[in-house]
């Protein structure tokens, strides 16, 4: 019994391991973006349920004996993938479309390590079950979560700070090995308990005798019931970094709570009912009343809500939607003779929501309606099933149960169409894509009676501009005159000058351009190249010379031979989607390659969540360079307060009197320069 809960344990621990290892190791290629998590989890999901069916028809189809030589087989091939680390060669080229590439890297980097992994649970749980007749085998799937929820929870504060990248491939890799002996172990074992191979017998000749196997309304509802915990998931979690924070880390928030309540309601010990810690007497009244919640701050206050409640509100609606969703599963569970069926049919669920989300949504609505949809769902699904059981209850809570759930069902879809109606009419122009949802906006403001136009993705405001004619040339938002980027382009003002460009936005840092300048940008996404072009004018009256690549910045960089810019811009760290790979030394030296002599890196260090000037200070000491920090707070209300950060060799720029008013540095303890190999942004989160 021991091995077997160890064999799980160390399994689900890996599985969720090796997410943000091998996440991280790929982030940079595709520009850090946070859509490059959603499409992994859409792997993860895709491959669990493969691992899922393979492990229904091994176990159904095939004597012990068979399973644990088949089995055996495939955890000494999956071995030939290690050490878990993607080759050079998956780098993308310019305007590859990322999401295929991304799934054939991982396929090969981690894919059939990550499969075996999958099928452990419902396997071992297999096993356990004819081994053991008599033992709590759903016990063994609330330790998986717990597991899971382990190693997510340690990765960030405990696991990335203290090891590099490569040290944290080769240590799962390591223990990879050691899950592989056990399971193997665990599959012999099981192979040669008399009990196994006496059940398996009685199970092939009672096949069609066994009283009460799962209808097809189980099926249904297994599969209906995982798919909206997972659509849940992926909503809530893109609904809060996209439109309530960017805040670093936060996406692990929802993911800690979906786990959690796999754990609370497969905890069937100390005399709990069938459904752990979950009774429809207090949950479905939750659910209905968080579901109201939600759906009136998404559309009545939108962007109003403090980010704390915000946060708190939609965590605890989704926490209560998945102790429904999994509530209702764990309470639905079948004899330990069709786990694995259960199992697999969770597994489709799972990966059908995540698909929906990942990589149906966007590209069927222009919008983010993913949280909509989940939130009518979920009530019309509590609905139904208070539906069902009233009609077996007494009295009055025959009709006010299900006329009530009906009502708040209604209420919760007219807000979401609400919500997206009022998000259509607020734009002139939207799209959407893998990088997320940009929409273009325009704004009377009263002060001066002036509109002015911007570009918004999610939260984050990405620069803005006067649509009258006459004022179109003037460089406002985050580029004004005592902004530090323009005193360091304006330190260069001798002669033409040549600029590079990390992040577009809307073209503003274009308008200081002069007749015989010369500015090269580097967008990653091709959508705001569009849309600079054709819905701002920054880019066609501006007076220097204009060259845009597509594709990630670094990367092209590194590609490009050497530019002789004078300033290069990195402005790229306005989110929560920080993208680390043009934070760290390797990013600077691909820089300073192509500075001309005197030239200076210039970071956008403006953000709420994230403190980047320490560790900037670490990177550009660890360079042999000198680091200015600029801060400029404006009382107009064209601009806005910035934080810049100057990195630069050239003793006359530190020594002029533009920057006499620069800020110092506190430092943060612990903290050390970031590499490719080795960072942490949960040290400099605010």
Same mark, same amino acid.
């Given at each position: 019994m021991?091995?077997?809960?160890? +064999?799980?344990? &160390?399994?689900?621990? $890996? *599985?969720? #391991? =090796?997410?943000? !290892?091998i996440?991280?190791q790929i %982030?940079?290629w595709?520009?850090?973006?946070?859509?490059?998590?959603?499409?992994?989890?859409?792997?993860?999901?895709?491959?669990?349920?493969?691992?899922?069916?393979?492990?229904d028809?091994l176990?159904?189809?095939?004597?012990p004996?068979?399973?644990?030589?088949i089995?055996?087989l495939?955890?000494?091939?999956?071995l030939?993938?290690?050490?878990?680390?993607?080759?050079?060669?998956?780098?993308?080229?310019?305007? +590859?479309?990322? &999401?295929?590439?991304? $799934? *054939?890297l #991982? =396929?090969?980097? !981690?894919g059939?390590?990550?499969? %075996?992994?999958?099928?452990?649970?419902?396997?071992?749980q297999?096993?356990?079950?004819?081994?053991?007749?008599?033992?709590?085998?759903y016990?063994?799937?609330?330790?998986?979560?717990?597991?899971?929820?382990?190693?997510?929870?340690?990765?960030?504060?405990?696991?990335?700070?203290?090891t590099?990248?490569?040290?944290?491939?080769?240590?799962?890799?390591?223990?990879?090995?050691?899950?592989?002996?056990?399971?193997?172990?665990?599959?012999?074992?099981?192979?040669?308990?008399?009990?196994?191979?006496?059940?398996?017998?009685?199970?092939?000749?009672?096949?069609?005798?066994?009283q009460?196997?799962p209808?097809?309304?189980d099926?249904?509802?297994?599969?209906?019931l995982?798919?909206?915990?997972?659509l849940?998931?992926?909503?809530?979690?893109?609904?809060i970094?996209?439109n309530?924070a960017?805040?670093?880390?936060?996406?692990?928030?929802?993911?800690?709570?979906?786990?959690?309540?796999?754990?609370?309601?497969?905890?069937?010990?100390?005399g709990?009912?069938?459904?752990g810690w979950?009774?429809?007497?207090?949950?479905?009244p939750?659910?209905?009343?968080?579901?109201?919640g939600?759906?009136w701050?998404l559309?009545?206050?939108?962007?109003?809500?403090d980010?704390?409640?915000?946060?708190a509100?939609?965590?605890a609606?989704?926490?209560?939607?998945c102790m429904?969703?999994?509530?209702?599963?764990?309470?639905?569970?079948?004899?330990?003779?069709?786990l694995?069926?259960?199992?697999?049919?969770?597994?489709?669920?799972g990966?059908?929501?995540?698909?929906?989300?990942?990589?149906?949504?966007p590209?069927?609505?222009?919008?983010?309606?993913?949280?909509?949809?989940?939130?009518?769902?979920c009530?019309?699904l509590?609905?139904?099933?208070?539906w069902?059981a009233?009609?077996?209850?007494a009295?009055?809570?025959?009709?006010?149960?299900?006329?009530?759930?009906l009502?708040?069902?209604?209420t919760?879809?007219?807000h979401?169409?609400?919500?997206a109606?009022?998000?259509?009419?607020?734009?002139?122009?939207?799209?959407?894509?893998?990088?997320?949802?940009?929409?273009?906006?325009?704004y009377?403001?009263?002060?001066?009676?002036?509109?002015?136009?911007?570009?918004?993705?999610?939260?984050?405001?990405?620069?803005?501009?006067?649509?009258?004619?006459?004022?179109?040339?003037q460089p406002i938002?985050?580029f004004?005159?005592?902004?530090?980027?323009?005193?360091a382009?304006?330190f260069?003002d001798?002669?033409?000058?040549?600029?590079?460009?990390?992040?577009?936005?809307?073209g503003?840092f274009?308008?200081?351009?002069?007749?015989g300048?010369?500015?090269?940008?580097y967008e990653?996404?091709?959508d705001?190249?569009?849309?600079?072009r054709?819905?701002?004018w920054?880019?066609s009256?501006?007076?220097?010379?204009?060259?845009?690549?597509?594709?990630?910045?670094?990367?092209?960089?590194e590609?490009?031979?050497?530019?002789a810019f004078?300033?290069?811009?990195?402005?790229?760290?306005?989110?929560?989607?920080?993208?680390?790979?043009?934070?760290?030394?390797?990013?600077?030296?691909?820089?300073k390659?192509?500075?001309?002599p005197?030239?200076?890196?210039?970071?956008?260090?403006?953000?709420?969540?994230?403190?980047?000037?320490?560790?900037?200070k670490?990177v550009?000491?660890?360079?042999?360079?000198?680091?200015?920090?600029?801060?400029d707070?404006?009382s107009?209300?064209k601009?806005?307060?910035?934080?810049?950060?100057?990195?630069?060799?050239n003793?006359?720029?530190?020594?002029?009197?533009?920057?006499?008013?620069?800020?110092?540095?506190?430092?943060?303890p612990?903290?050390?320069?970031?590499?490719?190999?080795?960072?942490?942004?949960?040290?400099?989160?605010?």
């Amino acid at each position: 019994m021991v091995l077997f809960a160890a +064999t799980v344990f &160390t399994s689900a621990f $890996l *599985l969720f #391991l =090796v997410q943000p !290892i091998i996440a991280k190791q790929i %982030l940079p290629w595709f520009g850090g973006n946070a859509s490059v998590w959603t499409v992994c989890m859409v792997f993860f999901q895709l491959v669990l349920l493969g691992g899922y069916a393979y492990a229904d028809a091994l176990v159904r189809r095939c004597a012990p004996r068979t399973q644990a030589a088949i089995h055996t087989l495939l955890l000494v091939a999956s071995l030939a993938f290690l050490p878990i680390l993607a080759s050079e060669s998956w780098k993308p080229a310019p305007d +590859t479309e990322p &999401t295929a590439r991304i $799934l *054939l890297l #991982l =396929v090969m980097t !981690i894919g059939l390590p990550y499969f %075996l992994l999958s099928t452990t649970g419902p396997l071992v749980q297999a096993w356990f079950a004819r081994s053991f007749p008599g033992g709590t085998v759903y016990r063994l799937f609330a330790l998986s979560n717990l597991a899971s929820l382990a190693a997510l929870v340690a990765y960030p504060p405990l696991i990335e700070p203290a090891t590099s990248l490569q040290t944290q491939s080769y240590a799962w890799s390591t223990a990879y090995v050691v899950f592989a002996a056990l399971c193997g172990a665990s599959a012999w074992m099981a192979a040669k308990h008399p009990a196994a191979m006496k059940d398996f017998e009685a199970d092939r000749k009672n096949e069609e005798k066994e009283q009460s196997p799962p209808r097809a309304t189980d099926y249904v509802l297994w599969l209906t019931l995982s798919a909206l915990g997972s659509l849940m998931l992926l909503a809530v979690t893109s609904h809060i970094t996209q439109n309530v924070a960017s805040v670093p880390f936060i996406w692990i928030v929802p993911l800690v709570l979906y786990l959690l309540s796999f754990i609370l309601v497969f905890d069937v010990g100390g005399g709990r009912a069938k459904s752990g810690w979950y009774a429809r007497a207090w949950g479905l009244p939750a659910l209905f009343a968080l579901m109201l919640g939600m759906s009136w701050f998404l559309y009545e206050n939108l962007g109003v809500m403090d980010i704390r409640y915000a946060i708190a509100l939609y965590s605890a609606g989704l926490f209560a939607a998945c102790m429904f969703c999994h509530g209702e599963l764990a309470a639905m569970r079948p004899a330990p003779r069709y786990l694995t069926r259960f199992y697999l049919m969770i597994s489709i669920g799972g990966a059908g929501g995540g698909l929906f989300v990942g990589l149906i949504a966007p590209r069927i609505f222009a919008i983010f309606v993913e949280l909509p949809i989940a939130l009518a769902a979920c009530g019309a699904l509590a609905a139904l099933l208070t539906w069902r059981a009233a009609r077996t209850a007494a009295g009055r809570i025959q009709f006010v149960a299900p006329v009530a759930a009906l009502a708040v069902t209604a209420t919760v879809a007219w807000h979401g169409y609400k919500y997206a109606d009022y998000i259509h009419t607020d734009a002139i122009f939207m799209t959407r894509n893998f990088y997320g949802t940009l929409r273009v906006k325009e704004y009377d403001r009263s002060s001066d009676g002036r509109v002015t136009r911007a570009l918004v993705h999610g939260v984050i405001n990405h620069g803005w501009q006067y649509t009258d004619p006459a004022l179109r040339t003037q460089p406002i938002s985050y580029f004004g005159p005592a902004s530090g980027i323009a005193r360091a382009l304006a330190f260069y003002d001798q002669g033409p000058r040549r600029v590079g460009v990390i992040g577009l936005g809307v073209g503003v840092f274009m308008a200081w351009g002069r007749p015989g300048d010369s500015f090269r940008i580097y967008e990653l996404d091709p959508d705001v190249v569009k849309i600079a072009r054709e819905q701002f004018w920054y880019l066609s009256d501006s007076r220097a010379k204009i060259e845009v690549v597509t594709g990630d910045g670094r990367l092209n960089m590194e590609r490009d031979a050497p530019q002789a810019f004078n300033l290069i811009s990195v402005d790229a760290f306005s989110s929560g989607s920080i993208p680390i790979h043009l934070l760290t030394r390797e990013a600077l030296q691909a820089y300073k390659r192509h500075l001309a002599p005197g030239g200076v890196v210039v970071y956008n260090a403006t953000n709420r969540f994230v403190n980047l000037a320490p560790q900037l200070k670490l990177v550009a000491e660890a360079e042999g360079m000198k680091i200015l920090l600029i801060n400029d707070d404006p009382s107009d209300e064209k601009y806005a307060g910035t934080a810049y950060v100057l990195v630069t060799d050239n003793a006359k720029l530190l020594a002029d009197k533009r920057f006499e008013d620069a800020d110092d540095i506190v430092p943060i303890p612990g903290l050390t320069a970031w590499t490719d190999s080795f960072n942490n942004l949960f040290k400099v989160v605010r």
